[in-house]
């Protein structure tokens, strides 16, 4: 019988008769490099990109700037994959305005699943340990199914990918306990030490963890499944305890695999005697180009005190196919209904062409078309066509800037935000990590600070602070800015359109509330509302009675014979003949 008593096991990679305290993650140095390779920016083609971190907990606030962290960390490392060990919080004592599907609402295309204890009894928001996984970009499309530890403790989470051939990659993201010298009742390992007494198991939470994981590797092994781990396995995984069960599963460490002749780091900072505790595994038969480690600090996702980890896999081996290029459809920036965006629009535009000196050379063609039109006319058309497409396109981009639904936006959200940027661009800078001096110069503009790069460190801290405590004040406010926000929006489509303040604001209400309920109901329920069950068509000649669709088919044929009239009204002029254009 496994004696109930703490194992002397390691901590972190220390030995745990070392003292020690229990304590949470402290700002970190950011002095550290990368170890073995770099990761490639932009993402090669045909790469699948695994990252894992340990976070050290998300906050109990849903609009706090961590979550924004996490989804610039996606931005910047262009990450497949991203999953995450301790979470930290107890959904189940959570509004539903907190819970974990209401936090990452501004990232794009992704599939979720996260995991905590189910079973404590803590009425506290914070609850150590949790476990997460995002799946962003075209490779969410691929998703089978996700689910998380069968005991409920939240010790890993899976996502089940499809790929061609019968293919099925199954990504595991986990936290294995790690015993805390002060014997807290709140750590991970005493979580899962009451679980196992409560059951009358006197098993050693740290011993369950790798029994149940490798017969849960052994069934998925079993069904034919890829496989992709990423651990933190507090514990040498190279030498310990985790890796031997892995290595007799037939997995490989991935950053062992690809650098054997390099000595190992930390993978976390805690650590002095280069001890990795953090780790990705995967089948043999899988590709892996490139791994590596982040350094501390490099990529800022709270104070974490773990270096980000990452795996690159040849999409080929991952799911047997190569597809092509992705094409992301951005949402459209240029919107008819705030008449502020459509002057800017216009304005943009405008200067544009008035730079290209497009009009003149637009008249030029069109005095040339009573005496014929030669092949330099046709050459200039061609360059004319593709300026003002790029004008059009860098208008688009200038009239507004799309807001992802975080925090509800408003301007005075957005300067307090800005500020937060800056003050932390301007401290990594001043601590030696690489930023982007463009970027902290656009940011002072925008918040007035134009003596921020004469601060010294310490004043930047202080600054940082003062921003962070104002955005928390706005953020508890930032409905009430949003509604202040949106009668200056209101004001302007009045005035615009000549109609009343009311008539518009009841209209914006309706809108705003028609949104809302759809995101609920396509989030119970799996499925978004049918709200189209009729529309009245115009004739092929856009004249004479319209017509009454119903059902899906006529509807469709409705738009593409719509489309087809709007978009070939300039088949009769000169410059669409068949002289010109072949």
Aim: charged content about 30%; glycine content about 6%; hydrophobic content about 35%.
């Amino acid at each position: 019988m496994i004696d109930p008593r703490r194992q002397s096991v390691r901590r972190h990679g220390v030995p745990k008769r070392q003292k020690s305290k229990n304590f949470r993650a402290k700002p970190v140095s950011t002095s550290s490099k990368p170890w073995a390779d770099l990761l490639i920016l932009p993402k090669p083609g045909q790469v699948f990109r695994f990252i894992f971190q340990n976070i050290q907990g998300l906050p109990v606030n849903p609009w706090a700037h961590k979550h924004k962290q996490i989804g610039t960390a996606f931005a910047e490392t262009e990450a497949d994959t991203y999953g995450m060990a301790e979470i930290n919080l107890n959904f189940q004592k959570l509004d539903a305005s907190s819970q974990w599907y209401e936090r990452f609402q501004h990232l794009r295309r992704n599939h979720s699943i996260h995991s905590c204890n189910q079973h404590d009894s803590s009425k506290s928001k914070l609850l150590f340990g949790g476990t997460a996984q995002i799946t962003m970009g075209h490779s969410s499309h691929r998703v089978l199914k996700s689910g998380i530890d069968e005991t409920g403790l939240g010790r890993w989470v899976w996502t089940l990918f499809a790929g061609k051939n019968n293919i099925k990659l199954r990504i595991i993201s986990g936290y294995r306990p790690n015993p805390d010298a002060s014997d807290g009742t709140g750590s991970v390992y005493s979580q899962h030490e009451r679980y196992f007494r409560a059951k009358k198991d006197d098993q050693n939470p740290r011993r369950a963890f790798i029994k149940d994981l490798q017969a849960a590797i052994t069934t998925w092994i079993e069904e034919g499944n890829l496989l992709i781990i990423g651990l933190d396995a507090n514990d040498n995984v190279r030498t310990g305890d985790v890796h031997n069960m892995l290595r007799r599963a037939g997995l490989v460490d991935v950053h062992h695999s690809k650098h054997p002749h390099l000595s190992t780091v930390s993978t976390c900072n805690k650590n002095k005697q280069d001890i990795p505790v953090d780790g990705i595994w995967a089948s043999p038969s899988l590709d892996c180009v490139a791994a590596g480690y982040y350094g501390y600090g490099e990529l800022t996702i709270g104070n974490t005190d773990h270096r980000m980890i990452w795996a690159d896999f040849a999409y080929e081996s991952v799911f047997g196919i190569k597809p092509p290029d992705p094409i992301y459809l951005a949402p459209q920036r240029l919107t008819l209904d705030d008449p502020r965006v459509v002057r800017r629009y216009n304005k943009t535009l405008k200067k544009e062409h008035s730079r290209l000196r497009l009009r003149p050379q637009a008249f030029a063609i069109q005095a040339a078309v009573p005496t014929g039109l030669e092949l330099k006319h046709r050459q200039a058309y061609a360059t004319i066509a593709h300026l003002d497409h790029c004008s059009r396109k860098h208008a688009a981009k200038k009239c507004r800037k799309l807001m992802m639904g975080a925090v509800p936006f408003s301007e005075s959200v957005a300067k307090a935000r800005a500020e937060i940027d800056m003050w932390s661009l301007l401290k990594r800078k001043r601590e030696g990590t690489k930023a982007s001096t463009s970027k902290i110069r656009r940011l002072m503009r925008r918040t007035g600070e134009m003596t921020a790069f004469r601060k010294t460190l310490k004043e930047i801290i202080i600054q940082r602070k003062a921003a962070m405590s104002r955005w928390k004040k706005m953020k508890k406010n930032a409905e009430t800015l949003r509604i202040k926000f949106g009668k200056k929006l209101i004001k302007a489509r009045a005035k615009e359109r000549k109609t009343t303040v009311e008539a518009e604001e009841k209209q914006l209400k309706q809108a705003f509330g028609q949104r809302k309920m759809a995101r609920r109901v396509k989030r119970i329920t799996g499925k978004p509302r049918n709200t189209m069950s009729c529309v009245n068509a115009p004739t092929r000649t856009g004249e004479g009675p319209r017509t009454d669709c119903y059902d899906r088919h006529s509807i469709e044929a409705a738009c593409m014979e719509e489309g087809t009239r709007r978009f070939s009204q300039t088949e009769s002029t000169p410059l669409m003949q068949h002289d010109f254009v072949s």
